[in-house]
Structure formats: structure tokens, C-alpha cells
């Protein structure tokens, strides 16, 4: 299975990116997408998921109504669309699969099989 994020970049503070997340290989029937983030000197951290269905979604406290994850399973892609960024909002973004979360969510990163190379997103003050 390979992930492949892209849509980083450099933005103004106040401004929007939306990330994507391409799924190819033998994944498992449906599965959980998540999205997380890690920045310089600081732990990877969990910033939203989504069941496989797209009915459900779930954000860190940090993004809540400024990020909103969706997915295209007839595309085998999902999204992150990234509203009114911030500075403390840099960071390497990562996609993930986990297959047995398809339904219940997770946000615990160990529990995730598959991972992108990560995107980096860069806000400027």
C-alpha cells in the first residue's frame, strides 16, 4: 500500500491549503483515513480522521473549525482542507490508513498500517 500526500506549501497566516492524499495498492476493503503532523522538536500529533463512509470525522481541539477532512473513494483520495492557517500550523503533514478503523475512529498514531512521506506546510506571520 503507498500514500502519497501533496498540496503543502508556503501561505500567509489567514490563509488555505488543501492537502490530498492518494491510496494505491492492496488496501483492505475500507479503512480509516487519518491525518497527522509533526513539527520541528516537537511529538507527531494527531489533527483529524475520517471513517470510510465519510459520515464520520474527527479533529484535534487545535483545528476544529478551521480544518475539514473529506475523501473520494472512487478515487482512493482524501483530503484535508486547511482554513485560516496560523503560524503554530507549520509542520510536516502525514496521511495514514488504518484498516481496522474503517467504522470507530482513532486517533492514536500506532494504530495506523500505512503512512505517506508527509507534505510539508509552511505559514508565514
Known amino acids: 500500500v503507498q500514500l502519497q500526500a501533496s498540496g503543502g506549501g508556503l501561505v500567509q497566516a489567514g490563509g488555505s491549503l488543501r492537502l490530498s492524499c492518494a491510496i494505491s495498492?492492496?488496501?483492505?476493503?475500507?479503512?480509516?483515513v487519518g491525518w497527522f503532523r509533526q513539527a520541528p522538536g516537537k511529538h507527531r500529533e494527531f489533527v483529524s480522521t475520517?471513517?470510510?463512509?465519510?459520515?464520520?470525522?474527527l479533529y484535534a481541539d487545535s483545528v476544529k473549525g478551521r480544518f475539514t477532512t473529506s475523501r473520494d473513494n472512487a478515487r482512493n483520495t482524501a483530503y484535508l482542507q486547511m482554513n485560516n492557517l496560523r503560524p503554530e500550523d507549520t509542520a510536516v503533514y502525514y496521511c495514514?490508513?488504518?484498516?481496522?478503523?474503517?467504522?470507530?475512529?482513532?486517533?492514536?498514531?500506532?494504530?495506523?498500517?500505512?503512512w505517506g512521506q508527509g507534505t510539508q506546510v509552511t505559514v508565514s506571520s
Open positions: 475520517i471513517s470510510h463512509s465519510g459520515g464520520k470525522t
Open positions: 495514514a490508513v488504518a484498516e481496522a478503523y474503517s467504522v470507530v475512529l482513532t486517533t492514536q498514531a500506532e494504530r495506523y498500517n500505512y
Open positions: 495498492g492492496r488496501t483492505s476493503r475500507s479503512y480509516g
